[in-house]
Each structure stands twice: as structure tokens, then as C-alpha cells.
């Protein structure tokens, strides 16, 4: 095996690591709200996201191996770029929104609304730091197939979340009142 598919292999498993100990720093975070009288949103599809972000690792890791997908260092070198600024926008994302910060919908509105950092900018930067990454990731070892497929259905499980997320952030006055206005994903657009 290259030494180049062993370097993306080990590259996705410490996106998969990182992801695992995300989810850990997301249900302490539910515990901290919850105390303090948050309340987390049933959202049914939240697992179709889960299973997104595995089957982007597994489908690159796979593509890459059996399909035997060639490193190309001038697309490879860009694509690393982006994946290293999606994922600084999102830890961005996490230490602004502190203890807000989750996985999950979450309904810490009473709680403060976080305008700080990039959400002085636009609505939701994590979902366009992950869709950024998610796309990126696989096009590292020229894992198109996987790219493609993961940006289509990440489009179709994004709207689903937004859907739930900004019924609940929308229905505060005060978060209504700091982001009404704003982008969704990118300043100036959408």
C-alpha cells in the first residue's frame, strides 16, 4: 500500500476520533443546558447526519483502496487547505458558541444568543465549515465518487436540520432580532 492511501487512511480515522470526542463534548454540553432549563428538540433525522458523516469516511476510505484512486498532489494540496479551514471555522464555531455548542438541536435561546465570533457574519458557519470539509475530505486522495454523493445527500440532510433548527431559534424574539438579516452559510450569500 502507498504510503499516500496509509496517510489518508490515518487521516480519516483522526476525523473519526475527533468526531467521536465531539459527540462527547456535545452530550456534556446537553447536560450543562439541560440544567439550566434548555431542551433538547426531538429530531428524528439527526441519525441520517450521523450516518452521513460515517459513510463519507468509510466511502473515501474504501474508494481510495479498492478503486485504487491516485494521489494527485495539485488537487490534493488545495483540498487540504480547505479541509484545514473548514475545520478552524468550526472549532471558531465551538468556542464561540461555548456550552451552546451542539450536535444536536438544542433550545438554549433563553439562555443568550451568541453573535459573537462568526455569527456576527452569518447564520449557521458550521454547517458550511462541514459541508466544506465533508466535500473536501475525500477529494484529498481523488475520492470523487464519495465527494459527489456526500455533497448531494449532505444538501438533502442539511435542509432537513435547517428546518428544525431555525423553527426553534426563529421562534425567539431575541435571537429574530440579532439574526434576521444574516446569510445562512457564506456573508453576502444565501
Known amino acids: ?4 492511501v496509509i496517510a489518508f487512511l490515518g487521516l480519516l480515522l483522526a476525523v473519526a476520533v475527533l468526531r ?6 456535545s452530550k456534556q454540553h446537553q447536560r450543562e443546558m439541560a440544567a439550566r432549563g434548555a431542551a433538547k428538540v426531538e ?8 450516518l452521513l458523516h460515517t459513510a463519507v469516511l468509510l466511502g473515501a476510505a474504501l474508494e481510495v483502496v479498492l478503486l485504487r484512486r491516485p494521489f494527485i498532489p495539485w488537487l ?4 487540504f487547505a ?8 468550526r472549532w471558531w464555531v465551538i468556542r464561540s458558541l461555548g456550552e451552546h455548542w451542539n450536535v444536536q438541536v ?21 454547517y ?4 466544506a470539509e465533508m466535500l473536501a475530505l475525500p477529494l484529498i486522495h481523488t475520492a470523487w ?26 421562534a425567539n424574539p431575541d435571537y429574530r432580532a440579532a439574526m434576521t438579516g444574516k446569510p445562512r452559510f457564506l456573508p453576502g450569500l444565501f
Open 145 to 170: 465518487i464519495t465527494a459527489v454523493a456526500g455533497a448531494i445527500a449532505h444538501i438533502g440532510v442539511l435542509a432537513q436540520r435547517l428546518s428544525t433548527e431555525e423553527r426553534v431559534l426563529f
Open 43 to 50: 429530531e428524528p433525522k439527526f441519525r441520517w447526519m450521523v
Open 20 to 25: 467521536l470526542a465531539e459527540l462527547r463534548i
Open 76 to 79: 490534493a494540496a488545495p483540498m
Open 82 to 89: 480547505v479541509f484545514l479551514a473548514a475545520n478552524a471555522v
Open 128 to 131: 458550511a465549515a462541514v459541508f
Open 1 to 4: 500500500m502507498d504510503l499516500s
Open 106 to 126: 438544542v433550545d438554549s435561546t433563553r439562555l443568550g444568543v451568541v453573535t459573537s465570533g462568526p455569527f456576527h457574519y452569518v447564520r449557521h458557519p458550521n
